[in-house]
């Protein structure tokens, strides 16, 4: 092989080497200008997803403010038609008290009575109201609240008087009837028993 043949090949050969070179560089800057692009779509990304976040974040403080005002102001109503029903038993009694009743007319006036009690019955009843009996009956502690016990013709544990009535509401208990439970002693029993003591307390004084 010549000299200029040689000479050919080792530009050829540096030529070669400067093209590798050359690609390897470009190669290089072009994976920095990728993973510089991956990372601006991923800050992007990011704050996209932050952005919407945010947005959920206050959509749903506003849906829970608006959720408690509603409620709020749906308990402040719930009761409004039995209220209003309440108020016409109101204005019955209030023109039932407002007129001067003559002896001749009380007849008529405890009918009026009487036919407002049963329309405030009445709606109790539709509310799902009632009242819890207790008339002779066993005293209950789940339902009845013993304020005295007190001799009566009854037996032991039986109710003998009602103080306050108590009531259910869709027979859940809402108020524990008030009531005095017979002892199991007869009024004239106690009513001796009172005598020979007070008898009692005299003998001794004269002693």
Known sequence: MSETEKARNVEQQEKSAETVADTVVETEVAAELSIEEKLEQLEREKAELKDKWLRSVAEFDNFRR??????????KNANQRLVLELCDVN????????????????????????????????I?????VEK??????????????????IPSELEENKIAATIKNGYLMNGKLIRAAQVAVSNGEKPAETANVKI????????????
């Open 124 to 128: 109790l009843k539709r509310e799902g």
């Open 91 to 122: 204005d019955n009694f209030e023109r039932a008290l407002s007129v001067e009743h003559e002896q001749k007319e009380a007849g008529n006036f405890q009918k009026g009575i009487e036919l407002i009690f049963k329309q405030i019955g009445n």
């Open 196 to 207: 020979e003591n007070k008898k009692e307390k005299n003998r001794n004084r004269r002693k």
């Open 132 to 149: 819890i009996e207790t008339n002779q009956k066993d005293f209950d502690p789940e339902y009845h609240e013993a304020l005295a016990h």
């Open 66 to 75: 608006r959720s408690n005002a509603e409620k709020s102001t749906w308990i």
